[in-house]
Structure formats: C-alpha cells, structure tokens
C-alpha cells in the first residue's frame, strides 16, 4: 500500500508528512518500503530513517528541529525534538538551497494582459477607489463614518461604472508619540495610499493639532497635500467645528471627487504592470505543500512576464536562510537578507522577544511545530525566482523582480505594509482560515486543504487542497492561482473579502512589537 504522506524533497528529507490518517503497518514510499509503528495524524510528520539524538530533522531538504532520537517509522511528536531554531552557516555547512528550478507549467493559454487604470504617472491600478484618508487616530471616526455615508448616499456602478467605491483607512498612529522616525514613518504610509495607482481621489482630514496634521503632511510631501495628477482635497475637524461639521463638509466633498475619478477608465495592459503582495495566514502543516509552492509557481509565471513580487514576514525566514541565501542575486542582496534577519532579532530582543514565538497556536495545532518548519513551508511562496533585492516596509522596489520587504508575520500590520510598497494585488494562503482583507487592493485567499476550504467556501477563493487530494500537482494549481489573480485584477470578479468588505489597514512601526 502507498503510504499517504508527501516526502517534498526526495534525495534529503528524512521525514513524510502525512496527508491523511495512517495506521501501523507496511507502506511503499519514493524511498522504499516503510513500517509505521504507530498511527499517525494527517499534518504529522513520521521518520523515513532513525534520526538519532543530536541530529537533524529535515524537510524541504532543509533542517528544522534537532531529534531527541526517533526511530523509523514514528512520529515526530513535538517532545521528541529540541526547541529552537537550528542555527545554520550555508556558507561552511553543505546544505542544499533551492536546487534547480523546475520549468514552469504549460503557459500557452496564460493570459498576457488584464484591464487595469492607467494612471498619468504610469502607473497602472486594479481599482479605482476614493479614498478618505484621515492624518492621525484623531480624525479617524469621521473618516470612517464619510466613507460608509457617502457609498451609501452617492456612489452606485450605474452612477459611476469606474469607480469601484469609497473607502477609509483609520488607524491608531500620528500623535501621542515621540517626534522624528514614527512620525515620518506615519506620514510615508499615508502617503503611499494617497499616491498608489488603486486610488483615483483623496479626502484627506486632519484633526488640527495633532503631530501628523495637515501642515506637517504637506511639508513631508514636499510641498503639495497629494500628488498633481491626482484630486485630492483637505479639511480639518476643529476647522469644520467638529464631527457634525466635518462629515456634512466630507460628504460634500466625495460628491465633488467621485465625478473626477469617474474619468479614468480600464484599458488592456500586460500583466508586467501587476505587482503581486504575498502572505500566509492561519497557516498549517499543508501550507508549505500546497498553497505556498502553488502561488510560488504563480510568482515566477508573474515574474518571468516581467511582473514583480514581494514577499514580507521576515520572522517567518528565521529556519530557511540556506534556501534565501543561495537565491540572492548577488552578494550585496545576500547581504541585505541577512541584515533583515538581524535587524529583526534585535529588534523582537528590545521587547524581550523572539521571533522563535512567532508560531500561534493554531499554527503548532495545525502541525507547525517550530518557527523553523513554519519558515520553511513560508518560503515556498516565493518561488524559485532570484531575489533581488531587500525593501523597507512600505517602501517600493526599485523595479521589477522578487522582492524581500522588511515586515512582522502580523497579518494587520504586513498586508498593508505590502499595499504601501505598491502591491495592486494580494494573494493571501491559509490552511486554517484567515478572513483578512485590504482597504484598497483585493486580497485573494488561497486555501490549504479541501476541508477548510468548504468549511469557509465564503471567504476563500482558491482551494489548492486538490494536491493533497491528488487530482491537481502543484504546477497545475499555480497556474490556476495566475488565471484567478488576472481575472480579479481585471474586475471581473472581486475578491471574496472584497465582497464582504473587509479593509483592515494599520501601520508597523518600531514602537510595537509585532511577529
């Protein structure tokens, strides 16, 4: 009998993960016949060898945990590893990366092109939203209560069939902290959602008094309140007389600006124009064999096609710098990687943290035991294109390519950071269900295994569970993940969390800790 367990790299991985239950008795592997001495529970991982105390445990031909030795044929429960992140040099220790990249599927019908807003600075959008953005945590109620109000009130697609709605992005951030980098780090995220290619005009409100108001903002954007090709008006709430004031001004206001964005319509543009955001969420021990690879192979389609990625998370590298480190497109990237590694350590170290607790208990409940196995499994959405580079959070490459951003694995802090560094797009994994969404770029969810994807058939969008069910490889399903991603950058369709109007939005910054 076939054992049903997925060994990811054949020649190295010393352990299976199994993908449904397994009872003791004899199995036929890739590596030959195995007798499993106990039973074991879908996302459990069973030795392929003995794997004595001291010696390494490896998957995705990378080590993960230390063994406190396990023999052939058992589990590798959680007390019969070490803690901890194994700490490996690749550039004195023989251990392999990435390996050769496998080709890429059948890409003859792919779409080369999507409809998308060409924007004056060239620059090319998914959506078309008006955007009221509110300078601090003081102005953040009215932006909100515009926002909803004037959707309800004013916009329709009859009315306006390119404009995509009205949105607002409150937040807890612009006063109240110290002077200098966090509040210059406020006014850089607010500013990269006041110029992304998603948004065709701004209401921007200040409070009046507060760090971030209205003078500051336009002195950091360097003289003009938003970008010239762009309508974007300012009001104040102590201007206005207070919240009754400032709303009746901003509904005003949106009526006047939905017109204009209305102006600009969707064109045919090549998918080179996408830049795709990744993160995992909810993540499980499938994660790491289906939908991460899955979205990994629609990354390099994107990337082969001139498109960019980012992938963020950097606590969730700590474990898999072998595989990153042997990607890096040369040796001054090789080094950016490793100073965000350290940058992060010391930083979770200010707070008396490690980015070893990053795992949540649904993770480890899921099957992802340590911070290493879950990196691991994390990497794989990127692919097997070179990197090219490290960004800050929220701050855009330089071009085209694979991308590293500085960022927590916190999916409300990261997913925006990935929409402020220019992200139109975002393709979100989950193997335990993850409802997140984003105040103006779509957020696509791709599930892990078939059970939850029906189990929330309502707010995931793809389901590469079929790899584990063995009607799809993962190839298949990447290419899949590449047809939905255009289609919904078209408008086509909405995203799931779109339709349920998910737009969680908050800024990092240093003062918080966040894995």
Not at 145 to 153: N, P, T, W, Y
Not at 353 to 366: I, Y
Request: contains cysteine.
């Amino acid at each position: 009998m076939k054992l049903p367990a997925i060994i990811v790299d054949v020649e190295r991985d010393n352990v299976a993960l199994a993908v449904s239950p397994i009872a003791p008795g004899r199995y036929t592997t890739a590596r030959g016949d195995l007798d499993v001495v106990e039973p074991v529970a879908p996302g459990q991982r069973i030795a392929l060898g003995d794997v004595p105390a001291g010696a390494f445990l490896v998957q995705y031909g990378c080590p993960f945990a230390v063994s406190r030795g396990i023999n052939r044929g058992f589990r590798v429960d959680p007390d019969r590893v070490e803690p901890g992140i194994p700490r490996v040099d690749p550039e004195t220790v023989d251990l392999p990366g990435a390996g050769s990249p496998p080709p890429l599927p059948n890409d003859a019908m792919l779409p080369t092109h999507f409809d998308g807003y060409r924007r004056p600075d060239g620059r090319v959008g998914t959506r078309n939203f008006v955007l009221v953005i509110p300078t601090s945590m003081c102005s953040s109620h009215e932006s909100k209560l515009i926002a909803d109000d004037a959707e309800r009130r004013y916009w329709s697609r009859e009315k306006f069939p390119n404009v995509d709605g009205i949105r607002a992005i409150p937040h807890d951030k612009g006063c109240g902290c110290p002077d200098g980098s966090v509040v210059d780090h406020t006014m850089n995220v607010l500013a990269a959602y006041l110029g992304h290619p998603n948004v065709g005009g701004a209401l921007v409100i200040e409070l009046g008094c507060e760090k971030t108001n209205l003078a500051a903002f336009t002195r950091h954007l360097g003289g003009g309140v938003g970008p010239a090709h762009k309508p974007v008006i300012q009001i104040g709430v102590q201007q206005m007389g207070g919240t009754g004031g400032t709303v009746r001004e901003g509904l005003k206001r949106i009526a006047e600006l939905l017109p204009l964005a209305n102006e600009t319509a969707r064109t045919r543009v090549p998918v080179s124009e996408l830049t795709l955001g990744m993160k995992c969420g909810g993540s499980d021990a499938f994660s790491g064999v289906s939908a991460n690879p899955a979205l990994g192979v629609a990354s390099d389609l994107l990337v082969a096609r001139g498109g960019t990625s980012i992938l963020t998370e950097v606590p969730e590298l700590f474990g898999a710098e072998p595989i990153l480190y042997r990607r890096a497109r040369s040796p001054q990237v090789w080094q950016q990687l490793r100073d965000a590694l350290n940058w992060y350590e010391r930083y979770t170290a200010r707070f008396g943290a490690s980015p070893t607790e990053n795992p949540s208990p649904g993770n480890k409940e899921g099957g992802l035991t340590n911070i290493a196995i879950k990196s691991l499994g994390a990497v794989a959405k990127s692919g097997f294109a070179p990197i090219d580079g490290v960004i800050q959070y929220a701050h855009a490459p330089a071009s085209h390519g694979l991308y590293v951003m500085q960022g927590p694995g916190y999916d409300q802090y990261s997913t925006p950071g990935l929409v402020a560094a220019g992200a139109n797009i975002v393709a979100f994994t989950t193997g335990r269900g993850t409802t997140i969404g984003n105040a103006i770029a779509p957020v696509f969810k791709i599930a892990s295994n078939t059970k939850i994807f029906e189990q929330m058939r309502d707010d995931l969008d793809v389901n590469a569970g079929t790899v584990l069910d063995g009607t799809e490889s993962v190839a298949e399903v990447g290419r899949r993940i590449f047809v939905e991603m255009v289609r919904i950058a078209s408008g086509e369709k909405p995203a799931l969390a779109e339709e349920w109007r998910h737009t969680e939005f908050q800024i990092w910054s240093e003062d918080a800790i966040a894995l």
